[in-house]
């Protein structure tokens, strides 16, 4: 049962191994597979960045999920717009990126000019779904992109350089540094709904009521719809929260349906 602290651990013996640099990215990258593949794994990512983002709601961008103890890698979950693409770029350290929800589409470049006069062509186009990895030693050019409709997400690891320096001071931009359209808060917290709802468990209702805090009110609706399969009192508790953060005919409605709601969750509790 891998969590962030013990990934986080199994990251530091790799790199502390005698193995050559482009041995150990490698299997840091099949680590990474493996530990993407437990549910107990993505929701300890999910506490951490839910940490960070009660500290400060609207900060952006939000601070890595986790700096190693002595700071040789960085993790970070960034969450991707539909139909957003980034510009073709390169870090001077390592990186092993997966496929935390949804998918996402790779490409590496081949650069027949130099740094100051590029001359870009795609040399490789990697799709990928939930749960792939990847990884890229320095100075490989590249960009990430989401094609599909809906929010992606991924996670990354990222060395530090020679210097000590995280990627994000040291990555070199062919064309603009992207920024992403639309708000991360929201974003993030509809990334999550979709991925607690498909995690069975107390744990996973602990931190979808986390995320209601966060969420705007479409995905608070989506909370309780989701929740009311399962867990008919916890939906009916965020029920009568969402109603008081609505107004006029909304409120009215949902008042409506949290009386029936109200009935229904009391008989359960007698039976
Ligand atoms: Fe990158």
């Known amino acids: 049962m891998t969590r962030l602290a013990d990934f986080e651990q199994s990251v530091l013996t790799i790199l502390s191994s005698n193995l050559q640099e482009q041995d150990k990215i490698p299997q ?9 593949t437990g549910p107990e794994f993505v929701m300890s990512c999910i506490e951490r960045a839910l940490g960070h983002f009660e500290q400060a709601p609207d900060l952006k961008p939000q601070p890595p999920l986790l700096v190693s103890l002595d700071q040789q890698f960085a993790a ?7 139909h957003h693409k980034n510009s073709p770029h390169m870090h001077s350290t390592w990186g092993v990126t997966g496929v935390f929800h949804n998918e996402m589409v790779f490409e590496t470049y081949d650069n027949a000019g130099d740094l100051e006069h590029p001359e870009l062509t795609v040399d490789n186009h990697i799709e ?15 960009n990430v992109a989401n094609e599909s409709d809906k929010p992606s997400a991924s996670l990354h690891l990222f060395g530090t350089d020679d210097m000590n320096r995280p990627a994000e001071c040291t ?19 509809a990334i999550f709904t979709d991925i607690l709802l498909g995690i069975d468990g107390e ?6 009521t986390r995320v209601f805090e966060l969420a705007g009110n479409k995905t608070k ?19 009568v929260a969402l109603e008081q953060a609505l107004e006029g005919a909304d409120r009215e409605r ?9 009935q229904q969750v009391a008989s359960l509790e007698q039976a």
């Open 203 to 208: 744990e996973a209702e602990g931190l979808m």
């Open 254 to 262: 949902l008042a409506a349906i949290n009386n029936k709601l109200s």
């Open 171 to 189: 990555t070199v931009w062919f064309g603009d540094a992207t920024r992403m359209p639309g708000e991360l808060r929201p974003r993030a917290m």
């Open 128 to 142: 990928a779904v939930k749960g792939e990895t990847g990884y890229l030693l320095p100075s490989c050019i590249h």
């Open 76 to 82: 970070h979950l960034i969450y991707w717009p539909p």
């Open 28 to 36: 840091i990258r099949t680590l990474m597979r493996e530990a993407l």
């Open 221 to 239: 609706l989506r909370l309780v719809q989701g929740l009311s399969g399962r867990n008919i009192a916890l939906s009916y508790r965020l029920s």
